[in-house]
């Protein structure tokens, strides 16, 4: 790839020559933290080919750093910080970059992410930059074909009459594949190039993208599918911001109809499309159903996509060539050409809250994306976030309903086990009703799903003789035991230690029992109830990569399990058609410790479990048990309404000011000396923002008061909704110099208050 370098020369003025008072610079972010943009000087003829956005190489530090021209405060950058170095105390821009420049949409994107987040623009340009060596020239095999010529005067031989033969067909080859086929060495070949009869040609590695097919026809759309479509393609054709909630129950075909979106943008020459799921969620059933619907496999973005696979992507989304996008969060930074239209989906699920680097929420940012972008977004769930309903209720969202499953499926029909008077035998964690209705299950040939949101054999390993509990040693938290792997872990910091005889504090053998249920446990009274019943565990343990959930899921979905154990990861999207039986083995689990969101989000996930069930022509049952069936949760859940429970948890926000009818900031300090780290919450409990409207409380040990070997401190800021709080919290931070050792984070509508 060409790349255009530049050399200032001796005849040329400019940055770095004390005679020069003044010349051309450009601004430009580099994806490092604590810099911002820097100025950099540019050689006076070359001024004009700098535009924003354009990828160049220039000096840092002693080596060679890759940033983007960034725009000037005038042009919607942010504003210059500090004092303008001198133009002669400059550096000069080494090379532009034979790449794309980076939009104006995504740079005023960035921008916005870094004010809002407060984070430093670098690391937020870092998500939108590849590795460099994706960058840098795709490499390129050589190939060879035959010219078609007969110059004359060149000397024939069998091994090039058999080499001419094998490329006859016109295909470019390799050499080494023509030197098989044509029984010769590889020298013959390239001394074909030389003659004229043979041509040689550089190809890139990288294959195109296949195009999406919009001609291939979706199912026929039942009413409410079709208005719903309807809606969404009308404002996919006029273009435009246009924001939407899908909320139809599991099940309805939400994914049929935000497909009527997408096909809708890809009639548009070059239009692109992303779709944002939780990266859990990227399964092989999703991508077998768009490319069922549209003919070829979308382009997948997710943290186990290789670096080979990752260049190819980052240069066809920028070059426009990639037309449909399927990716975890990240891809929200991804530097589309002409995006048209944004979905996000299962947008209620909390894996779209980033919690480290930058603290983003990839489903609110998506909606600022598509502002930016100008384009229609639909967010979908069967389960809101109590967010989005205000959104739609207050008439900023679009609100499409579907009310109906797809077919003769109906909703599973919802138990509650009150554990208190039905409760499990000793030592086990299905009570006798479940019990049965597994049996049931298994004697009808239908398949089970027992969820449990735990991992590992138990959260707890005690010591029976003198009380003592395993923890990890550098975070407050238990070790899970993995008995599979025949490990204690921690789920903080992933410290492994083996399973030890003894109580490290007493010394007592055969001492240490196991306390409480994983799903590992489960999996061993399952076993042993029913010895005959094809059981599998499904966790982020079990399945490591894509194709070992592929696998899994292929597995349920075919009928070669009968009971299935999982955690969250089961809650995902799949669509089993001989499930009909969900057991829920503790429903209390979410709720207790709760925090914010505690009973949305337990909601949320009993809701997604059950819609597992009963996806076909059978009807599905599920069974919450519970020691506290009365709770507001757990009565939802049974009534089915969902909108009365959802109703009731927003009229209690709104009383107590809190998110959205409020904002909600974390400060989290951190270090490894636990005095300078209180030391600094206190000098920033000193300055504390004194304002109507805003309150700010700690610092208080965080619930996880060791992470790492470092100790935490929390502090929050609740204010009301119209406080500005970004240059409030800025304000405040700058007023403190925190104590050496001491990291300050910053979480604007904190998700986890861990
Ligand atoms: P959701 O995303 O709302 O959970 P899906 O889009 O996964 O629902 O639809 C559930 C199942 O019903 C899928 O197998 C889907 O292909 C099927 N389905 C939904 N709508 C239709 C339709 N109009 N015609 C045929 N099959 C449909
Ligand atoms: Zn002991
Ligand atoms: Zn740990």
Redesign the pocket.
Known sequence: MKQRTFDLGDNEPGPRDPQVQEGPRVRVLLPVPALGVLDYGVPKHLAGEFEPGAVVEVPLAGRTATGVVWDSAEDGGPAESGKKLPYAKLRAVEAVLDLPPMRRDLRRFIDWVSAYTLSAPGPVLRMSLPASAALQAVPVKRHYRTTGATPEGVRMTPARDAVLKVLSDGKPRMAPEIAALAGVSDSVVRSLEKTGLVQGMDISVDLPYPQPDTSLEG????GE?SAAARAIRDKVWEGGFAPFLLD?I???????VYFEGLAEALKTKGAQVLVLVPEIALTSQWLD?FEARFGVAPVVWHSEVGQAERRRAWRAVASGEARVVVGARSALFLPFKHLAFITVDEEHDPSFKQEEGVMYHARDMAIVRAKLAECPIVLAS?TPSLETLVNADEGRFEKLV?RER??NAVLPEMRAIDMRSEPPDAGTWLSPILVREIEAALAAGEQTMLFLNRRGYAPLTLCRTCGFRIECPSCSAWLVEHRFRRELQCHHCGHVEPIPGACPECKSEESLVACGPGVERLFEEVNHRFPTARTSVMTSDTMMSPSATAQMVGQIASGHLDIVIGTQIVTK?Y?FPNLTLVGVVDADLGLRGGDLRAGERTYQQMVQVAGRAG?AEKPGRVFLQSYEPEHPVVQALLSGDGDAFMAAEKEARARHHMPPFGRLVGVILSGPDMKDVLDTGRMLAAKAPIEHGVAVVGPAPAPMARVRGHHRFRMLVHTKKEVRVQKLIYEWLMAVKPKKGVRIKVDIDPYSFM
């Open positions: 199912p026929t759309l039942s599918q139809g599991t099940g309805s075909g939400k994914t049929e159903r069967a579907l797809h077919g999207g669509h996806r």
